[in-house]
């Protein structure tokens, strides 16, 4: 089964390799690389990476995951899962930083369409930060089991096996200051996610555009 038909949006997003490529998956499960942005990020990229393998827990890295559609949820594309951290942040129970103070909301909210999720942590902006984006979100580009992920697993209803296929979502940013986060490229790669998964109709309006090879 290709990629595309597992997990059914990834084509609307942005992946990163293993490799520190970014690009999209197309149909027939071709990987495009935008050649461009990939030199333009190639050092952080590698950093993130990195990290990502010297923490595997870090929620602020890995703000959420992607897995197939579920028979029992509304919608049709693959589903986004919050970390607790993110759910935090995004529904804030007035006691940040403990996941026990999740509120009832916030729960219910755990798991939204993979268009909706990517939309929000998009939109989140921590009040100490106005204007600067907080996550900028990219799918991994390697398919991992949700046995894989026990906080993420335990937060899951039965329905949802532990071998389930799973995607992380990265925030490509999370390792940048305030200031870096104003840097061009940071902002440019914003305005490319909103732009693909969020704005189609605004797709040719970035510098690194989606028609880049």
Request: aromatic residues 8%; glycine residues 6%.
């Amino acid at each position: 089964m290709s990629i595309e038909t597992l997990f059914p949006g990834i084509q609307d997003f942005l992946v990163l390799t293993a490799k520190g490529y970014v690009g999209r998956v197309e149909s027939g499960q071709d990987f495009r690389v935008f050649k461009r942005l990939s030199e333009s990020v190639e050092n952080h990229a590698r950093v993130l990476l990195e990290s990502r393998r010297q923490h595997p827990d870090d929620e602020d890295i890995r703000p959420a995951i992607v897995i197939p559609p579920m028979p029992s949820r509304k919608w049709r594309s693959a589903s986004l899962v919050y970390s607790d951290r993110a759910l935090l942040r995004l529904f804030p129970s007035g006691a940040a930083g403990n996941p026990n103070n999740l509120t009832p909301f916030a729960a219910r909210n755990r798991e939204r369409s993979i268009y909706q999720g990517i939309e929000l942590l998009i939109a989140y902006e921590n009040k100490s930060m106005p204007g600067v984006a907080f996550y900028c979100p990219v799918l991994y580009g390697e398919v991992g089991k949700l046995g894989d992920f026990p906080s993420f697993s335990q937060s899951l209803s039965d329905d949802v096996p532990s071998d389930t296929p799973v995607i992380e979502v990265l925030n490509f940013i999370a390792l940048l200051s305030p200031a870096e986060r104003m840097s061009e490229w940071a902002r440019e790669l914003v305005r490319l996610i909103q732009n693909i998964s969020i704005q189609t109709a605004k797709r040719a309006s970035s510098p690194f555009s989606i028609a880049e090879s």
